[in-house]
């Protein structure tokens, strides 16, 4: 089995390629008990038209008909951004037994950062979370983004391999 650092680089692949397509540079990869990619997305709400096209939607459909069932019992999602409500709702609906997420995301985290909502005791399923893994290299990605788009010069990402 490979490790959460390795699926993460894999995560921040997909973050890269979503914002070479002009996108928010979120990535998403879900992988199943036996450590098998089942699916891997980036952000495409602008490209695809869609507002729910999110990373974590995206992965989480994919893997959803690469199993043939929307639960996802037993697998792990990692995304290079805290999720916001929509895409943590996502993973409780599906069943997913953990969640892996780079950095925080101070104005719509629903994880840690504006709410715990994936804490809460009254939903049917609980999921494990795991915050901060490789959260620098997200958080430069996410800042040379953001300076681009407002004009900046920023230098090569320094985390891309």
């Known amino acids: 089995m490979r490790s959460d650092e390795f699926y993460m680089h894999r995560a921040l692949d997909q973050a890269r390629e979503a914002m070479a397509a002009g996108e928010v540079p979120v990535g998403a990869v879900v992988v199943d008990a036996h450590g098998e990619i089942l699916a891997a997305s980036g952000n495409a ?17 994919q893997a959803a008909g690469q199993l043939g069932n929307y639960r ?7 995304v290079t ?3 916001c409500m ?13 969640l892996v997420y780079a950095t925080a995301e101070p104005r719509t985290g629903m994880v840690e950062s504006r709410a715990n909502l994936l804490g809460q005791p009254w939903f049917n399923h609980q999921v494990k979370v ?16 953001f300076s681009l788009r ?3 010069e920023v230098g090569p990402d320094p985390t891309n391999r």
């Open 72 to 78: 996802l019992d037993g697998c792990t999602l990692y």
């Open 81 to 83: 951004l805290e999720p």
């Open 130 to 145: 795991e915050g901060g893994l490789l959260a620098g290299q997200s958080r430069r990605l996410l800042k040379q983004f």
């Open 45 to 61: 709400p602008v490209g695809e038209c869609d507002p729910t096209a999110h990373a974590e939607i995206r992965a989480l459909r």
């Open 86 to 98: 929509m895409c943590a709702g996502a993973m409780v609906h599906a069943r997913l037994a953990r």
């Open 150 to 152: 407002r004009g900046g």
